[in-house]
């Protein structure tokens, strides 16, 4: 991959990783957003609806603003991925590009590795972001979803999307990681986080006092973030949430 990589950056060291990590970023979340939009369409009647929202509510309206913030939502991360290789910081990270280099158990165990950090790390920033120093600052846009469709996903003020694109960064920083176990672990954060936004559930009845399924943090669970406010920081599971005492049933 280095072969191919290194002649298109003699040429544009910032043009090209911008172009598509742009592209990767942007088609990904365009297919998952519409997707599970379409699914979540109370018309098709699939899974449960939760949090209804009001006859005034305006979908329309609701979405061409979250696809507005999610179109500069990619632009800084990939604004972001194209400074590191541009600057030539990338080389300081740990990412490798040669499967040898590593073994294949690591290659497939640094996947879920990747969303473990991410979950950690996006529970304490999002957290932050709730202080009354940053919501405003940061936070306030993605929250104006207050009954959120699947394109909240990537709705964001560009300061708390820059802070989204850091973690990863900091990931690469800390860890052994390839570029496509990378590409698996953001492919399955946005199918996750699309479902968490979509507006209806789809785990079975009872998935929240299942012994495993209290864990996750499901689209119920995060409904209630966006009307409450107040609880339930967690991205994928809720582990920190009930260990840090801020886990909140949705219907409490």
């Not at 603003?65 to 939502?73: A, G, K, L, Q, V």
């Not at 690469?172 to 990378?182: E, G, K, N, Q, T």
Request: net charge positive; hydrophobic share 45%.
């Amino acid at each position: 991959m280095n072969e191919l990589i290194s002649p298109v950056m003699g040429v544009s060291p910032v043009l090209w990783p911008t172009l598509l990590l742009m592209l990767i970023y942007g088609v990904r979340y365009s297919v998952f957003a519409s997707l599970m939009f379409i699914i979540s369409r109370p018309q098709f009647n699939i899974g449960r609806a939760h949090f209804i929202p009001p006859t005034s509510f305006k979908i329309n309206s609701h979405v061409q603003r979250e696809i507005m913030y999610s179109f500069m939502t990619v632009l800084v991360f990939g604004a972001v991925n194209a400074i590191l290789y541009g600057t030539g910081w990338i080389h300081t990270s740990q990412l490798y590009f040669q499967l040898s280099d590593h073994s294949m158990a690591w290659f497939y165990l640094s996947i879920p590795v990747m969303l473990v950090i991410h979950d950690t790390l996006f529970y304490w920033l999002h957290r932050a972001m709730h202080t009354r120093l940053l919501f405003n600052v940061m936070h306030k846009v993605h929250h104006q979803s207050i009954y959120p469709t699947a394109f909240a996903a990537y709705s964001f003020h560009p300061t708390e999307a820059l802070t989204e694109a850091l973690i990863v960064v900091v990931i690469i920083y800390i860890m052994p990681s390839h570029p496509l176990a990378i590409l698996a672990f953001q492919t399955i954060s946005t199918a996750i986080n699309t479902y968490g936004h979509c507006g209806r559930e789809f785990y079975p009845i009872g998935t929240d006092t299942h012994w495993l399924g209290r864990w996750i943090n499901t689209s119920t669970t995060h409904a209630a973030h966006h009307i409450k406010g107040r609880s339930n920081y967690g991205l994928y599971l809720l582990f920190w949430d009930r260990v840090m005492g801020t886990f909140e049933p949705p219907r409490k």
